[in-house]
């Protein structure tokens, strides 16, 4: 097994650097209420909607690294005029 050190800890400091990004975005707010900040505005959801939300999220990106089968259509014969 080979184990890349260098990469291992960027990764690391990576994930802290979003974990903490994600602390300052998403706050508990009054009991029962999420606020999430925007760009410019706070927004105050339920705490049943955020966490739907979450699981829409990461389903919807789960469904997106599956490859999608294209179904294909039989190849029909044409006659070459030839005769």
Request: aromatic share 2%.
């Amino acid at each position: 097994m080979e184990i890349d050190l260098e990469r291992a800890k960027r990764a690391v400091v990576e994930l802290g650097t979003a974990l903490d990004e994600a602390r300052q975005v998403v706050r508990p707010g009054a009991p029962g209420q999420i606020r999430v900040k925007t760009e410019g505005k706070v927004i105050e959801l339920p705490t049943s909607w955020a966490l739907a939300g979450m699981a829409v999220f990461a389903l919807a990106t789960l469904l997106s690294t599956l490859p999608v089968p294209i179904p294909r259509r039989p190849r029909e014969e044409e006659p070459l005029g030839i005769g």
